[in-house]
């Protein structure tokens, strides 16, 4: 019997064993250095320029690391769990690249000494298990009675609770100044969903121009006016208590698209076909006035016979609306979306209070407004430069996901490394109580936590040795609360400031970058098919299926 031997395809990049880890330990290190600078409210922001040309400014972990390109095997695991964060609870992206980070730098000179990775992934988890418990031990939790039976004083506890979170997420990005205004908005949108708080039920409309402050919430459909003919912009457009035709029917003459081609041999055969797409449309169009709708929107194009038509007739229509905007004023105003004109009775038409045409900046927005299933609002953004709205609205998807989330669960921790502190100082008095290595282990993550309040100081400028010896002499005392003081450059009880997060952003943002960890660290070889970077190349997967080498 011969021997196995693995024989890799000339060119294949392998390495393993220790070097290898610290290596990719070293990689994940230079991306986190790179996202480090935006955490907290004197986080600064990112400057990213694409392939394209296309820049984009943001203060968002998990936007940064996704424009960041990473090439790196193991570093891509950081962009991985920012992104899952992103997905879960929308905010604290930063914060659990950062975790997995330091966690990562204190690992290193374990695995340097040469403990075995699965002893320090055991101690890790082990870890991990206690911070959450612990977490939910001591989070406060607003009592959640049956939401109908809700007081008044109920709902106003329930809504100071959402705007102090939403405002806690927000402080930390470039809207910061104006974070008043815009918690209450994202509060006041959430508020307005139905109970499984759909996002996609919130529109978010950015048109540039204008202070940030004259942006506003419509709690109801708002959509860009549509493309139209001349003639028909010009009218005033407003309605009471229209009905909505919501249709997905093009109305329009085939001959008057550039692609229609017709084979005739006489005049009278085009006469013919002329006038049979006349009849048609027109046939079309008096069903749809006949049922009195005063509104009609299709997702495909309405083209200028039958927007002349409708015009002659007091009705308003716009074509090519998308698919979404569609979608959210049948959920608001109620109706169904038709193929056909065949049976267009009342119970497909939608309605609602007020529809009607503005101006805003320098678009035209059509708005329904008082719609009886009144379950979507839509945010219309205003402000100056591009980039700026759209960090912007990536700032107020992050306070939505945290308003939701804070309906969904409402335990809150106080942040500003207030919660991390005395997660740290809790695993640090659980290590003591343990022998041999995993009691350095656990200490080595107790110390790891540290990180977020380190980087909220070191970002604003103060002094971090200073404040964290404060911290974890409060600490000590029973100071569950405190954390860093952001506008006095000391220490505060973050709880009595309102500076609060919900607990699952904490829960989540450690258990994935735990996770990560032990990740990376049972990576200890790493084999790149030399064909593994251009996709596709000649010989397909077959090639690729090869260089794993042959017995022979
Ligand atoms: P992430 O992407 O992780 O949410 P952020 O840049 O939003 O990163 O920063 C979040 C951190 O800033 C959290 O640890 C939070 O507790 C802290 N923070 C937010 N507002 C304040 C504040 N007013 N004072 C102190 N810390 C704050
Ligand atoms: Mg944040």
């Known amino acids: ?91 604290g992206t930063t914060s659990v690249v950062l975790l997995a980070g330091e966690f990562l730098k204190l690992c290193k000179p374990f695995i340097e000494e040469g403990v075995h990775p699965q002893i320090i992934v055991r101690a890790f988890r082990k870890a991990t298990y206690l911070t959450v418990q612990k977490i939910n031990e001591i989070s406060v939790k607003i009592k959640k009675d049956d939401p109908k039976e809700k007081t008044s004083d109920q709902i106003r506890e329930q809504r100071e609770l959402l705007m102090k979170c939403a405002s806690t997420a927000l402080s930390s990005k470039l809207v910061s100044q104006q974070k008043d205004f815009f918690s209450k908005m994202v509060v006041d949108a959430v508020m307005i969903l139905d109970e499984l708080l759909p996002l996609n039920m919130i529109g978010m409309k950015k048109v540039t121009g204008g202070a940030l402050e004259d942006s506003q919430l419509i709690a109801g459909v708002a959509f860009k006016k549509t493309f139209s003919y001349a003639g028909f912009e010009m009218q005033p457009k407003s309605y009471k208590n229209p009905k909505i035709a919501l249709l997905n029917i093009e109305l329009e003459l085939k001959a008057e698209k550039e692609n229609a081609e017709i084979r005739v041999d006489n005049v009278d055969e085009y006469q013919s076909i002329v006038d049979a797409e006349w009849s048609i449309l027109y046939d079309k169009l008096e069903k749809i006035h006949k049922s009195g709708a005063k509104c009609v929107l299709s997702k495909l194009p309405i083209g200028d016979v039958a927007t002349q038509y409708f015009a002659d007739r007091d009705m308003f229509c716009a074509g090519r609306v998308s698919d979404d905007d569609l979608k959210r004023t049948m959920k608001a105003c109620g109706g169904a979306i038709q193929s056909s004109v065949s049976s267009m009775t009342d119970d497909v038409l939608g309605t609602c209070e007020n529809f009607n045409e503005r101006q805003i900046g320098g678009e035209r927005y059509n708005i329904f407004t008082g719609c009886p299933q009144a379950s979507t609002c839509t945010i219309i953004m205003r402000g100056g430069a591009e980039q700026f709205i759209e960090e912007t609205e990536r700032s107020l998807h992050d306070a939505i996901m945290i308003v939701r989330r804070a309906i969904k669960n409402d335990a809150i921790v106080a942040g500003g490394g207030a919660i991390e502190m005395e997660l740290s100082k809790y695993l640090r008095d659980y290590s003591r109580t343990i022998p041999g290595k995993e009691q350095l282990l656990i ?50 009880d973050n709880f009595e400031t309102f500076v609060w997060e919900p607990a699952v952003v904490k829960i989540n943002a450690i258990t994935a970058a735990s996770e990560a960890t032990c990740l990376i660290l049972s990576v200890d070889e790493t084999v790149k098919n030399p064909k593994a970077g251009g996709e596709g190349g000649p010989g397909g997967p077959m090639g690729r299926g090869r260089g794993r080498g042959r017995p022979m």
């Open 443 to 492: 200490g080595a993550m107790a110390k790891a936590l540290e990180v977020i309040p380190r980087q909220l100081c070191d970002n604003a400028g103060f002094d971090a040795t200073n404040i964290l010896n404060k911290l974890r002499q409060k600490h000590a005392t029973g100071g569950r609360w405190f954390g860093v003081d952001i506008t006095t450059e000391d220490i505060a």
């Open 1 to 91: 019997q011969q021997p196995q031997i693995i024989l890799l395809k000339e060119g294949t990049d392998s390495s393993q064993g220790k070097p290898q880890l610290i290596s990719n330990i070293n990689a994940c290190q230079a991306i986190v250095d790179a996202v480090r600078t935006t955490l907290g409210p004197r986080g600064m922001d990112k400057l990213i320029v694409d392939a394209g040309g296309k820049a984009t400014i943001s203060n968002d972990g998990a936007t940064i690391m996704k424009l960041l390109d990473i090439v790196h095997p193991a570093a891509k695991t950081l962009v991985d769990i920012a992104k899952s964060q992103d997905a879960e609870v929308g905010d």
